[in-house]
């Protein structure tokens, strides 16, 4: 992932809100909406506003009155059925650096009472420039009363890792996020503000059970360190614990469940490298630092990589990205780690469309071991690659062994999912193809026609696979 590709998603020129499709009923059906699809739900973007200049972060005022939205650029505007002209004056007075400029804008939790407004931003100083926070109360239109809270220290040049969100939690804390500046050793230094996220009382005060409060040259603000630049952060809905997403370097990206105290570690440790190749560190962990909860590692993003490249029909590239996959994570972990089935899966998946089968059939046997052994014989993963062996079976004219392996993957997924799932329907698709190859072609329509069906009672509209599957019953001579 390129630099320039780690600006966050809000650096967009139009405002768009993700709704579950059952809600849709209070959104007016004249704005532009598209329709997204995930495993357990629907939902629907529906633009509101356009023309916006790198939209940063947005304030969702009570009682349907707007939304505060805050562009990098330094203005702040308001959306109140629509994008009101002009902007909202009395916000603080931002320095656009690099990713640096207006950048986060909380509510205070009593905002109904006392209509304060909280906001991060790129400020000047001595040595260069660094994420400040002010405060402001809002008129209905304006702001006004701006006081400054805090000042990041110390300034520095470069227009890098400014961080920065916030959020208030159920005992009216405030949380900041504040990355590296691009001094990826500073993140561990607590005499100097870089890569922390602070806790602030809602006056901007240091709390007295801060965790570095009383330590001799420690910044009280820290409530966590060793960050490179959180840029998401939220609280979990059970909980109350912060959570943190972070932009770590390539293929480190990280979600950190944040604890008082706590060193996550960069750039001591990390699961990414460096742009364009080579090590940041020699270590992914170590005693006293935390680990994420979620990370990509730059073999899975390599692999999701591999994946476009075999969707797109690309099958060298897409050969050649998997087995560096690969030896990435024998760099790692044991060839019986759980890694090693989805590499040697999707290892067998391109051999198969590039007419390799022999590799094929011997990757898939390799990932079906060490499914079977980490997961055990009936899990869903075994399954899904009993399927991709059933399918290379049949093109080596084993037609006895794809029919075993096919049934058994037809078990586990009825098992599993159900006989009305589409997983189901894939795999009978796969049958379908195993009696059109033993030229049973009755049978082979009956299994399509079943697909076909348990596809359309699932989809609103023709599936990619579903068509597919109605071209092979269309080839079938009967």
Known sequence: MSRSQHRPWFLATALAVLFPVILLAAVSQTAAEDVFRSKDHSYRAVTLAQGLDQPWGMAFLPRAQGILITEKSGRIRLYRGRLLPGVVRGGP??????????????????????????????????????????????????????EVLFRADPKTRGGRHFGSRLVFDREGYLFMTYGDRGGRHDAQDLGVHQGGIFRFTADGEVPADNPFVNQPGARPEFYSYGHRN???????????????????????????????????????????????????????????????????TIAKVLNNLGLVLLDSNELDEALTIFQRALEIDKQYYDQGHAYFAIRFNNLGRVYHEMGNFQEAKSALENALAIDERVFGPNHPNVATTLANLGRVLIDLDEIDSACSVLDRALSITENTFGPNHVYFANLLAYHGDLFRRREEMHKAKDLYERAIAIYDANYDVEHPRLIQIKDRLRSLKI
């Open 93 to 146: 007075k931002s320095v656009e650096s690099g990713q640096g400029g207006l950048m986060d804008i909380a509510l205070h939790p009593q905002f109904d009472d006392n209509g304060l407004v909280y906001f991060t931003y790129t400020g000047r100083g001595i040595g260069g420039v660094g994420t400040e926070l002010a405060r402001a109360r809002f008129t209905g239109r304006d702001l006004k009363d701006l």
């Open 230 to 296: 959180a840029q998401g952060a939220a609280l979990h809905p059970e909980t109350g614990v912060l959570w943190a997403h972070e932009h770590g370097p390539q293929g480190g990206d990280e979600v950190n469940v944040i604890r008082k105290g706590a060193n996550y570690g960069w750039p001591k440790i990390t699961y990414g490298e460096e742009y364009g190749g080579g090590k940041v560190s020699e270590h992914t962990a170590l005693p006293g630092m935390e680990q994420p909860l979620l990370y990509p």
